[in-house]
Nanobody, 116 residues
C-alpha cells in the first residue's frame, strides 16, 4: 500500500524558513510527478508546487522565487524549501504523488503557521 509521510511543518515568524519533506513508501515504481498542495479553512485546496520525474517544475505565482521544490526520484522523496514566509502562507500542506492516471496519492497533511 502506497503511503506518503510528510514532515518539517511547524510555526515560524514572518520572513523565516521551513523545509517540508515527503517520503513515499510501499511502491515499486517512480511517480510521474510529485507535488505540494495547501488548504486553509473555507477555501479550496490549491497547488503550491509540482515536479515531474524529469525534474520539470511549476509553481503557484504567489510562491515563485520564495519556494523551491526538489525531488529524489530513487526514493520518491520530495522537498519544499519555503523561504521568506508570509502569514498568508499559513495552511495545511499536503504531499501528492501521481502514478499512472488516474491514480493519485495523498499524505495526511502538515500544518504550517506563519506569524506576523
Amino acid at each position: 500500500q502506497v503511503r506518503l509521510v510528510e514532515s518539517g511543518g511547524g510555526s515560524v515568524q514572518a520572513g523565516g524558513s521551513l523545509r517540508l519533506s515527503c517520503v513515499a513508501s510501499g511502491m515499486f515504481f517512480i511517480f510521474n510527478a510529485m507535488g505540494w498542495y495547501r488548504q486553509v479553512p473555507g477555501k479550496q485546496r490549491e497547488l503550491v508546487a509540482r515536479i515531474t520525474s524529469d525534474q520539470s517544475t511549476n509553481y503557484s505565482p504567489s510562491v515563485l522565487g520564495r519556494f523551491t521544490i526538489s525531488r529524489v526520484n530513487a526514493g520518491n522523496t520530495v522537498y519544499l524549501q519555503m523561504n521568506s514566509l508570509k502569514p498568508e502562507n499559513t495552511a495545511v500542506y499536503s504531499c501528492n504523488a501521481e502514478a499512472r492516471p488516474p491514480l493519485r496519492y495523498w499524505g495526511q497533511g502538515i500544518q504550517v503557521t506563519v506569524s506576523s
